[in-house]
């Protein structure tokens, strides 16, 4: 069955570690995002790719890298941990922007202490 | 920009009941935009719920319905009788050609809790 998987499911940090957070799509989608949920606000997106080597910024990408290293995996790098950054992060992936096939992962809790 | 407005964070309903989450937006496309509701339940990942891309038209899914109301900017989701499975977080969204890009944008969710 087609899946995003996101790695780790909750993680602590503290303030200014590096947190790497994983996700793999096993759709054969083109483009896969990162997004983050915070009470009273939708997702907001972070960063997104529509292939291997391929990065583009997205709404709130301060703080955040991101690496696409193949077509199913796409990292999301915390070099600097704030506070700020405690949040739920998703990450998903499409065949086509803004199309209804997106695939959401079941989110990874973020804690920065 | 492109936004879409939830106005309730949190709704209770009780079993049986029915159900309105409303949801209106602001596109800047001089066409139509795309608009989705996406519900996301306990552990799980957001997963599109019904969708409809043209003015006036109605869609519909597990007994959820929203119709595309142009005019008012609307799409409300509507139930007439909900159930305990129907707890979730529910997303309204929209997509726009506007920028070229057909961002997919997100309202802040409306957590259902239905009670038995």
């Known amino acids: 069955e087609a899946a995003v998987t996101q790695s780790p499911r909750n993680k602590v940090t503290v303030t200014g570690g590096n947190v790497t957070l994983s996700c793999r799509q096993t759709?054969?989608?083109?483009?896969m995002y990162w997004y983050r949920q915070d009470t009273g606000h939708g997702l907001r997106l972070i960063h997104y790719?529509?292939?291997?080597?391929?990065?583009q910024i997205g709404d709130v990408p301060d703080g955040y890298k991101a690496t696409r290293t193949t077509q199913e995996d796409f990292f999301l790098l915390l070099e600097l941990a704030s506070p700020s950054q405690t949040s739920l992060y998703f990450c998903?992936?499409?065949?086509?922007?803004?199309?209804?096939?997106?695939?959401f992962g079941s989110g990874t809790r973020l804690l920065v202490i | 920009g492109d936004s879409v407005t939830q106005t309730e964070g949190q709704v209770t309903v009780s079993e049986s009941k029915s159900l309105i989450i409303n949801c209106t937006y602001s596109?800047?496309?001089?066409?139509?935009?795309?608009l989705f509701w996406y519900v996301r339940y306990p552990g799980e990942g957001l997963q599109l719920l019904l969708k409809?891309?043209?003015?006036?038209q109605k869609g519909s899914s597990r007994g959820f319905e929203a119709t595309y109301n142009k005019e008012a900017t609307s799409f409300h989701l509507q139930k007439a009788s909900v159930q305990e499975s129907d707890s979730a977080v529910y997303y309204c969204?929209?997509?726009?050609?506007?920028?070229?890009?057909?961002?997919?944008?997100f309202g802040s969710g409306t957590q259902l809790t239905v009670m038995p």
């Open positions: 998903a992936s499409s065949d086509l922007r803004g199309g209804s096939d997106y695939t």
């Open positions: 790719s529509y292939g291997a080597g391929n990065l």
């Open positions: 409809v891309i043209t003015a006036g």
């Open positions: 596109a800047t496309s001089i066409g139509y935009p795309n």
């Open positions: 759709n054969s989608h083109n483009y």
């Open positions: 969204a929209l997509s726009d050609a506007s920028s070229g890009s057909w961002q997919l944008i």
